[in-house]
């Protein structure tokens, strides 16, 4: 799997699933989304907390514009 670690700065809840942006070191930001079931736990990503992010090679998608 592909990682990376970053900071949630945003959150949108988008009923059964949230999109989460995570700010890189980099300065890039990646958007992910987490079943809103998760949101239940009391370890659920809230925002400005420090966060890895990880993907399979293969799901990865570049938006360039």
């Not at 970053?6 to 949230?18: E, F, L, N, Q, R």
């Not at 079931?37 to 293969?58: E, I, T």
């Amino acid at each position: 799997h592909n990682w990376a670690r970053g900071v949630v700065t945003d959150i949108a809840y988008m009923g059964s699933y949230s999109l989460y942006h995570v700010r890189l070191p980099s300065g890039k930001t990646v958007v992910s989304n987490l079943s809103s079931s998760h949101l239940m736990n009391d370890n659920a990503p809230a925002w400005n907390d420090d966060v890895f992010v990880s993907w399979s090679p293969a799901s990865g998608v570049v938006l360039t514009q």
